[in-house]
């Protein structure tokens, strides 16, 4: 099982992972995306799903035509832990 992360680890994850956020009254990690239209946002969605099924790790999301917001926390583990960190990189890298 994956280890939680530190209360000093988890402070650092904004400057780590620019764009993502802690989510308040529950240890998870937080960004939204916009996109032009649904199309495109789906499709950042399937890249998403390919990517989590590789690294057998799920985030918790929504989509709402256009945006995206996706959650990130190790439910096995109860919070924050690398896994969450591994993925959320992973994520930003598919918009580069």
């Known amino acids: 099982m994956a280890t939680r992360l530190t209360d000093a680890e988890r ?3 904004t ?3 620019p764009g993502w ?7 998870a990690i937080a960004r939204n995306f916009q996109f032009r239209d649904f199309n ?5 969605m399937n890249r998403v799903a390919l990517l ?3 690294q057998n790790h799920h985030p918790d999301w ?5 945006r ?3 959650e990130l926390s190790t439910h096995d583990a109860g919070g924050l832990t690398g896994n969450d960190v591994k993925l959320a990189k992973a994520i ?3 918009l580069t």
Not at 21 to 27: Q, R
Not at 40 to 44: D, I, N
């Open 92 to 94: 930003d890298a598919l």
């Open 52 to 54: 989590a099924e590789s």
């Open 15 to 17: 400057q780590t992972l």
């Open 62 to 66: 929504s989509n709402v035509w256009n």
């Open 68 to 70: 995206v917001r996706i």
């Open 40 to 44: 495109e946002a789906w499709g950042f």
């Open 21 to 27: 956020s802690l989510v308040e009254g529950h240890e």
């Open 11 to 13: 402070a650092s994850l």
